[in-house]
């Protein structure tokens, strides 16, 4: 009798086995997510050009609110992945000296979803790597743009016609992204970033442009949660 007691107790164990080992590898998991992910908020504005537009200097200024995620794959380095939503485009400045305007003028204003994947580097204290100073970023941006207005100013900045139609852009386009930032606190960081379209987002011929490829500079806020 007291061997079949043991026997019983000994497979309840064995039955038990398979969820204490589940319990054991969820707190795992757990420990490991909360280790080597980390999540946040962004927000920040830009200042950009179109190449093609006819227009000089950064004059449309926009913004750019978002999600990240970081994934931690050494002390010092990250998979960087940012969900957001960004306003740009090219804007007339009228104190503008060296406008022709001979030549038609193209103001654009966008929005678009995006989302940057990149690689990114940490640059600590030497004395101390706790100490965070720097990091620095590369990636690709995919941006879908949800919405464009364009207007075409001829002779002057009065004459305005209807710019290029929304369905003659691509809506979907890759750019380049770098970016170099300060740690203003280990969990706050300020970026100035750089982001360049990478092809001609002007998808029907227009007599009056052939391309437009936009890019931006920007200055983004980061806040680790």
């Not at 002779?155 to 300060?182: Q, T």
Request: glycine letters at 6%; proline letters at 3%.
């Amino acid at each position: 009798m007291t061997d079949i007691k043991k026997y019983l107790s000994r497979q309840k164990s064995i039955d038990n086995l398979p969820v204490l080992l589940l319990f054991l590898i969820c707190l795992l998991s757990k420990s490991i997510t909360a280790q080597h992910f980390k999540i946040g908020l962004s927000a920040g504005f830009n200042f950009c050009q179109i190449e093609g537009d006819r227009l000089s200097g950064y004059n449309k200024k926009g913004y750019e609110l978002g999600i990240f995620g970081l994934y931690k794959l050494r002390e010092d380095a990250f998979i960087y992945i940012s969900p957001s939503f960004s306003h740009y485009g090219s804007k007339i400045n009228k104190e503008q000296s060296n406008i022709d305007y001979k030549k038609p003028l193209l103001s654009l204003e966008a929005h678009d979803i995006n989302i940057l994947w990149a690689y990114m580097v940490n640059f600590g204290n030497k004395k101390d790597p706790n100490i965070l100073k720097t990091r620095a970023h590369f990636g690709i941006k995919v941006h879908n743009m949800i919405s464009a207005e364009s207007t075409i100013s001829r002779v002057n900045i009065l004459l305005k016609e209807e710019g290029i139609s929304f369905k003659d852009i691509r809506h979907i386009y890759p750019s380049i992204n770098i970016g170099y930032g300060l740690f203003l606190k280990n969990n706050l960081t300020v970026d100035v970033r750089l982001d360049h379209a990478v092809f001609n987002i002007l998808k029907v011929e227009n007599p009056d442009f052939f391309r437009l490829i936009p890019y931006q500079v920007g200055l983004n806020l980061m806040y680790n949660i």
